[in-house]
Structure formats: structure tokens, C-alpha cells
């Protein structure tokens, strides 16, 4: 097989280092979507195994999702663990405001506004009994959060909200 010699490659128009550079670049551009793609799949950019999380201070267990899509809703659940029923739960002003509260399961009989945030009341629920916050972005970014119950310690956990 004849190969090109070096005058031949030149009138040709092929240059090695270049073929060679895009090469290079070619195949950090397939690594960099497989990538991607992969943390896509395990939930990094959202709704996957890795995007959901439970945080607990004491008896409050917080379970929530890392990763959410702006003016998507999404839900964060408070539970107690070994206590008796929950009557006070504290919202910090950035799940107020930066997540917008949409809802809470069982609802609450009154609240309470602070210059940090919001106690929702309720007439008692079960000792097993979760309450459920269903909010939604209305900021893109990172949001950090505070909910507390009945003076029982806090939980602060963080939330990226993607577009």
C-alpha cells in the first residue's frame, strides 16, 4: 500500500496535528454527553434516585428532592419520629418565598407569620402522621431551607432549582 509522502500530504490539504487536535476533540465531546446523559439518568438534574434525600435532626425527618425544575411542583414531607402530636411547624422565608408554598397535608388550622418565616398550627396529628408541603420554584438557584416542629430542633437542607 503507497503511503503519502510529506510533500504529497501537504498539496493534499492534510495536516496530522490537526486531524490528530480533532480527533482529540471528538472524543472528549462523547465522553463529556455520555456524562450527561448518565447523571441525567441517576437524578443529578432532577426526578432520579440521587435527587431525592432525607435529612433528620433529632426526631424530624425531612425527606425532599436535592435537584428541582423551576415552577415545577415539588414535595417536602416532615415526619416525627417518637413523639407525640406535631401542633407547630416552622417554615424558614426562603421556602416561603424562593419555593412558593403551594399546599400542606393535613391542613393546618391557622398560621402564624414571623419576619423569618411562617408557624403553621394544626389541632394535633397522629404521632405517625407526615405532613406534606407541596411547593414550587419560583426562582432558579440554590434555596436554603429551615423547617422545625414544635420547638424540637431544626432541619436545614438545600435545594438547587434548575431551569
Not at 403551594?102 to 407569620?113: D, K, M, T
Amino acid at each position: 500500500m503507497d503511503t503519502l509522502t510529506a510533500e504529497e500530504r501537504r498539496r493534499f490539504g492534510f495536516d496530522e496535528r490537526f486531524e490528530d487536535l480533532w480527533w482529540r476533540l471528538e472524543v472528549g465531546s462523547w465522553c463529556a454527553m455520555a456524562l450527561i446523559v448518565a447523571a441525567g439518568l441517576l437524578g443529578v438534574l432532577g426526578r432520579g434516585p440521587l435527587a431525592k434525600a432525607t435529612t433528620q435532626a433529632g426526631p424530624i425527618l425531612v425527606e425532599y428532592e436535592r435537584v428541582v425544575r423551576y415552577q415545577t411542583p415539588t414535595r417536602i414531607t416532615v415526619s416525627v419520629t417518637g413523639a407525640g402530636a406535631v401542633s407547630r411547624v416552622f417554615i424558614s422565608r426562603s421556602l416561603l418565598d424562593r419555593i412558593q408554598l403551594q399546599s400542606v397535608q393535613p391542613l393546618p388550622v391557622s398560621s402564624e407569620p414571623r419576619a423569618d418565616g411562617a408557624v403553621l398550627l394544626f389541632a394535633g396529628t397522629h404521632p405517625d402522621e407526615r405532613i406534606t408541603l407541596v411547593a414550587q420554584p419560583a426562582t432558579i438557584g440554590v434555596s436554603p431551607h429551615t423547617i422545625s416542629v414544635d420547638g424540637a430542633g431544626a432541619v436545614s437542607f438545600t435545594q438547587l432549582a434548575l431551569p
